[in-house]
């Protein structure tokens, strides 16, 4: 029996995501069943897109460094050991092969435990943590093996050992379930119920989908809005406040 089968067996269980950007991940674990209770996300942007999309999430809107495990369960309305999942993609342009790779010497690499953090002071039934191909190679694999240890040290909350069991990390690509993108991402998958998780099997598509294929019968766009017109103005800025 895989781990998905195991975790979301209704359809009120309720996911922190972390680095939650415009929503884009959150989607797919909404469509397997899941609820997201809260989000955190630096960029006042994709606040904002999160908040249009959908008025009632709780959303907070600052830096994980400077929210705490209490505050994240508190938005939710959750308690700790309550949340079925922690999600969430750290910034990876440390990591990424296109970037400068300055790995864990940059401040955006060392959010990857920060992410640890709120898994450890939340205790989440599981989490899903996505990242970019490089991060397994950086620095010989220092950065994974830190990370990998960090996620696998007991917890002592309540008088109860708590201990989470790392799914063998796994780079995945898009192409492969049905996106029409070439997209590899490393996948680490962690429970603490003693679970064995299985990654999906790629999917068959042949041929594989094309971007024509998902979005060529969509209208010719209008204008651009005042809206959208604004926020491309502060994209310049944000890629370098935010690293996106």
């Known amino acids: 029996m895989t781990q998905s089968k195991i975790i979301h067996n209704t359809n009120s269980q309720k996911v922190i995501s972390l680095f939650s950007g415009a929503g884009g991940l959150d989607i797919g674990f909404e469509e397997a ?3 997201i209770a809260v989000c955190v996300e630096v960029d006042p942007s994709c606040c904002e897109t999160l908040h249009a999309n959908k008025p009632k999430l709780s959303i907070i809107n600052k830096s994980i460094v400077d929210v705490t495990g209490q505050e994240v ?4 309305g959750l308690k700790v050991c309550e949340a079925a999942l922690v999600i969430g993609g750290p910034p990876c342009q440390s990591f ?3 970037g400068l790779r300055k790995g864990l010497d940059d401040e955006r690499g060392r959010l990857l435990f ?3 953090r709120i898994v450890r002071e939340t ?5 899903v943590l996505e990242n970019v191909k490089g991060l397994t190679n950086w620095d010989h694999g220092r950065a994974m093996q830190l990370l990998i240890d960090e996620l696998g040290k007991p917890i002592e909350y309540g008088g109860t050992e708590y201990h989470y069991t790392i799914s063998t990390p796994q780079v995945l690509n898009a192409v492969d379930y049905g996106v029409p993108q070439n997209r590899e991402r490393l996948i680490i998958v962690g429970n603490r119920m003693g679970k064995h998780f299985f990654y999906p099997a790629p999917h068959v598509f042949e041929p594989k989908k094309t971007v024509w294929d998902a979005i060529g019968n969509l209208p010719k766009p209008e204008d651009p809005s005042e809206t959208a017109q604004r926020v491309a103005g502060t994209i310049k800025e944000r890629r370098k406040k935010y690293g996106y």
């Open 33 to 35: 069943g899941f609820q």
């Open 73 to 76: 369960l508190d938005a939710a």
């Open 96 to 98: 990424s092969l296109a």
């Open 114 to 116: 920060e992410y640890v």
């Open 123 to 127: 205790l989440p039934k599981g989490f």
